[in-house]
């Protein structure tokens, strides 16, 4: 039996949610390494640009010093104030530099990033995706994206500058003063920052209820839009509204408490600078009393720890959104986590032909372990043949071609296409030689020109209007105000249910396969429009290998060969003809129908 894949489930996010830092580093080290040059020279211009800002109150300090009160022309001397000016300049200039030469850097990366997440996405098995809500995995994409850049704007645009900062003054400070005023700044800094860390956990509690119900109430909010005609056949405003209302009450609560929180927080941040800056004040004002320290000093070291509080007024905020951004990146990195069910074997290769013969050998498959879908199925498809399976809901009919399409592989048996094994030919190639027309056409949000495009992307327009007369919806296009440009909405919902088999019917034309499944493509329709896209499907067909699923045997008395399933298992093969002679399964089948449709008719 073929192993199925965990699917992604919340304790697997949660477990994913406690890795390392280190984890997140090591994973996106890759990307950033290509940029290692740029990433270099934004170190340099970092260190460059706090150099400058530790510079200016250092010459602030020996202007006060140098201050002559007698002469106001040359109070402070022309070298301080233009050395002062340039440092300025210079701290505000290589911080604007580094941020050019960094923006490349984050930009691309999370472009990278995103692009290998979203291709593996479509390399992973039609298994993982019914298991997962696409909604939730959208989301994962999205903010993990984003959380790239915030990642890395925090990191060199406050942290690590933040980091420099506070070595240079430390250093001055040992260098020029005894080692009570490193002690004291030190001792500032670590209980900010414990305070600050400390306090934030607490703070988080509010501001992910906030983010949760927020989100709760976007989708409720959503859910209702989206169906607007449902709330309108009941007259359910009110009750909308007022489940609405209820998520919206539960924001504000936790909104409220964020905001009562970000107020303790903000009091104790300014006491533990406060009290700081009052015992540098103290111990410098001792210094110029006994005649150690002059007035700049004492301007200098009140300037250094101001200048230190500035980027620690936003600790909490860097550190809230810093680990948030952990999680968001650790979230979309668990999608590449999630290993491919279906893999190209080692040494597939592409197949190309214009005549394809298709043979399912013994093949066994189940969706789940305790379910068996389909019980050692046998049947040929010559080529340029049509094969109909028919049977009831749930005997297996569709999986025959996810089977086939590769969606999944067979737990026993194979499935070969000209004598080859579908699991030796590379996936692309074997999807390039398929055309599908299923029964729920699912269309892209654009243009009906895009939709059909999307057959073979590279095809002419001149090919894509001949695929559509071909399909018969040519002259319906046409008579819209935007012609081939008219937008279909959101899944093709602005056409109907024949306009969009004839679209989904023309870019199978347009895609030109030597082989196409019919997946109950007309089921949905009613019988007028059904007739007239079956003998479309029936035009299309000739010359082509072609597995028809369907549950109106009317659709497919014409077809070559028809095999009866039930329960996974195949019971009956032959033409309609023969089926019906035979007085079976086939034979019941088609009485019930021509009965009902008698009584309907």
């Not at 400058?52 to 007698?70: G, N, R, Y």
């Not at 007259?235 to 408490?257: F, G, I, P």
């Not at 105000?481 to 093709?492: K, L, M, S």
Request: hydrophobic share 45%; net charge neutral; proline share 3%.
């Amino acid at each position: 039996m073929a192993a199925h894949p965990v699917p992604l489930t919340d304790s697997a996010l949660k477990a994913a949610d406690q890795r390392s830092t280190l984890w997140v580093a090591r994973t996106l080290a890759p990307y950033l390494w290509a940029f290692r040059g740029r990433i270099a020279l934004v170190f340099a211009l970092l260190a460059v640009a706090k150099v400058a800002a530790v510079s200016v109150p250092l010459i602030f300090k020996q202007m006060i010093d140098q201050l002559d009160v007698k002469n106001p022309i040359l109070a402070v001397p022309v070298a301080l104030l233009l050395a002062y000016g340039i440092v300025r300049m210079s701290s505000a200039l290589f911080q604007e530099l580094r941020q050019i030469v960094f923006a490349r850097v984050m930009a691309r990366s999370s472009r990278l990033v995103t692009l290998k997440v979203f291709r593996h996405l479509h390399a992973l098995s039609l298994r993982f995706h019914l298991d997962r809500r696409t909604g939730g995995v959208s989301r994962d994409l999205e903010r993990g994206s984003s959380a790239v850049v915030d990642l890395l704007d925090w990191t060199i645009y406050t942290i690590l500058p933040t980091l420099l900062e506070v070595t240079l003054v430390c250093a001055i400070l040992i260098w020029k003063y005894d080692w009570t005023f490193t002690a004291i700044t030190l001792s500032t800094i670590a209980a900010y920052v414990i305070y600050t860390f400390r306090i934030t956990e607490w703070r988080l509690r509010y501001y992910r209820a906030a983010n949760e119900a927020d989100t709760q109430a976007q989708a409720r909010a959503v859910d209702s839009l989206i169906n607007y005609e449902t709330v309108k056949y009941f007259s359910n405003e009110a009750h909308e509204a007022s489940h609405y209302d209820d998520n919206l009450n539960r924001v504000e609560e936790a909104q409220v408490k964020s905001l009562k929180s970000l107020a303790v927080l903000n009091v104790g941040q300014n006491a533990i600078i406060s009290l700081g800056v009052s015992l540098l004040m103290w111990r410098a004002a001792e210094g110029l009393v006994a005649g150690q320290m002059s007035l700049g000093d004492l301007v200098l070291v009140n300037s250094f720890l101001m200048m230190l509080a500035q980027p620690l007024n936003f600790l909490g905020v860097v550190y809230r959104e810093t680990k948030q951004a952990l999680t968001n990146i650790e979230r979309m990195f668990l999608l590449l986590d999630q290993e491919q069910e279906v893999k190209d074997r080692v040494g597939a290769k592409p197949l190309e032909t214009d005549a394809a013969q298709i043979q399912f050998n013994a093949v066994e498959f189940s969706y789940q372990p305790e379910r068996e879908i389909l019980k050692r199925v046998n049947f040929q498809i010559p080529a340029g043949t049509t094969l109909a399976v028919v049977g009831h809901s749930g005997s297996g009919k569709s999986t025959l071609a996810r089977l086939l399409y590769r969606f999944y592989d067979v737990n026993a048996g194979g499935i070969q296409i000209n004598g080859i094994d579908i699991r030796d030919i590379e996936q692309n190639s074997l999807r390039a030689l398929i055309g599908i027309v299923p029964q729920d056409t699912v269309l892209f949000n654009d243009s009906i020109y895009y939709n059909i495009l999307y057959g073979r992307p590279s095809a002419s327009a001149d090919e894509v209007y001949q695929a559509a007369r071909a399909a018969q919806i040519h002259d319906f296009i046409e008579s819209l105000p935007d012609g081939y440009q008219a937008q279909v909405g959101e899944r093709g919902l602005k056409l109907s249910g024949g306009e969009k088999q004839r679209v989904a019917i023309a870019r199978a034309i347009l895609k030109n396969p030597p082989i196409l499944i019919f997946d109950e493509a007309t089921s949905a329709l009613d019988s007028k429009t059904e007739q007239a896209i079956q003998r479309e499907l029936d035009r299309i067909a000739i010359g082509r290998t072609t597995l028809m699923i369907a549950h109106r045997l009317s659709t497919v008395r014409n077809a070559d060969q028809i095999m009866v399933l039930d329960h996974g298992e195949v019971i009956e093969t032959g033409t309609h003809s023969e089926l019906i002679a035979r007085a079976g399964a086939y034979a019941a089948m088609w009485a019930r129908q021509q009965e009902s449709a008698r009584e309907t008719g």
